[in-house]
């Protein structure tokens, strides 16, 4: 059976998110920038939109090289990171590919896997369709862009997401794949370094075509058995790999209506604590440690707030969780005029639990 394949990745994400929340941003240079505790311009670019990155800024430069190369631009604006605003749009964007998905993978923050074989009937007309859909759906509900690629494989598919970004849309059927990759540069083939390339530069090669002249015993001689297989299926568009259901697992909630609509404090810290027990289950079920605790009411009004705090350590410890979602509410009831209807508590920046180390936490 031949399958259908989504690989969905947005553009410019965090930019693109600061574009969101202030639309007057959008025809200026944006640079999201990680700003080191150093002070001053030291720290690293993150992301920048395309109007930046005409200049030449992009991922991982250094803050002052990104300022120098937009000297010439008054209007380019340089913003901190907001991971926990960047979370929040990953979560409803994610929302909504699952929901168009039978198998549904969550690679990154702003990444996925989707399979859609079944409920587009294995029709890749059907299956462009269907992206088109996605596309005007996240547009609409969360006012971002992203781009889409459409094959019978993971591999394939992510490959033709990047291929015309922003805002694309590329389908890449079974009998068009030979002519879609030979075209390409090695760079593209996800896993190929720029020490690879150069490698291969130094010997003529630049294309996926140049690339298919070398068998499979000089690739295995030369870069292992393992990678030179690799290297050797996917420039002819080979992949096997399943797209596995996965959930975005970089935050974990669990969210209460109340019994009555209220704002007295007593009551909510009830609730609180009920909601930090089952969310630190999931935690140490999932064998994980926080760093981040927020908690975040609906309001009668339907209106929404969020109080949240960044931890020194990471850790997994449910005192640690109560004591800190029970100083946040305190803080978000000091001017609060309006009842809660929903309350709900929040955990994100995880981390892997590695060996046995921490198990004195879990008691
Ligand atoms: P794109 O997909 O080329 O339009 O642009 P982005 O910005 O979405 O790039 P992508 O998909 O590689 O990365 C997604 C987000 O991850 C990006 O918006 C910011 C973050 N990110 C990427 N590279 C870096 C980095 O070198 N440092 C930091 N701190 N964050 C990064
Ligand atoms: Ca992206």
Excluded: W
Excluded at 14 to 34: G, H, I, M, S
Excluded at 178 to 186: D, G, Q, S, T
Excluded at 190 to 195: L, M, T
Aim: glycine fraction near 4%.
């Amino acid at each position: 059976m031949e399958r259908i394949v989504f690989h969905i990745d947005f553009d410019y994400f965090y930019a693109q998110c600061e574009e969101v929340r202030n639309p007057e941003l959008k025809t200026k240079p944006v640079c999201v920038c990680v700003f080191s505790d150093r002070g001053g311009d030291s720290g690293a670019i993150a992301t920048a939109n395309y109007t930046a990155r005409k200049y030449g800024v992009k991922s991982g430069i250094p803050i002052s090289f990104a300022k120098k190369r937009l000297e010439q631009r008054d209007d380019a604006v340089f913003l901190p990171v907001d991971f926990e605003y960047y979370s929040e749009m990953t979560e409803k964007a994610m929302k909504i590919m699952k929901g168009n998905a039978d198998i549904f993978e969550y690679v990154g923050r702003d990444e996925a896997y989707l399979d859609v074989t079944k409920r587009v009937g294995e029709d890749f007309t059907k299956a462009k369709h269907l992206a088109q859909q996605i596309k005007n759906e996240i547009k609409t509900k969360i006012k971002l862009s992203c781009s889409i690629g459409i094959s019978s494989n993971k591999l394939i598919s992510k490959i033709a997401s990047d291929y015309q970004k922003p805002d694309g849309l590329t389908v890449v059927e079974p009998n068009k794949v030979k002519e879609f990759l030979e075209a390409l540069e090695i760079r593209v083939i996800p896993g190929i370094g720029k020490k690879t390339e150069e490698k291969f530069s130094e010997m003529n090669m630049e294309t996926i075509k140049d690339l298919k002249k070398i068998d499979v015993f000089t690739l295995n001689k030369e870069f292992g058995r393992k990678n030179g297989t690799y290297m050797y299926n996917a420039i002819r568009g080979v992949d096997n790999e399943p797209v596995k259901e996965k959930e975005d697992s970089t935050q974990y909630s669990k969210m209460t209506t109340l019994k009555k609509d209220s704002k007295n404090y007593e009551f909510l810290l009830e609730n609180l604590k009920e909601l930090c027990k089952q969310v630190h289950d999931v935690i140490i079920k999932n064998n994980k440690m926080f760093k981040s605790i927020g908690i975040y009411f609906i309001q009668s009004d339907l209106t929404n707030k969020s109080k949240s705090r960044m931890l020194r350590n990471s850790t997994n410890n449910l005192e640690e969780l109560e004591r800190n979602s029970r100083q946040l509410l305190l803080e978000a009831l000091e001017n609060q005029t309006i009842t809660i209807r929903r309350l709900g508590v929040k955990v994100a920046d995880l981390s892997e639990i590695k060996g046995q180390s921490n198990i004195t936490n879990y008691f």
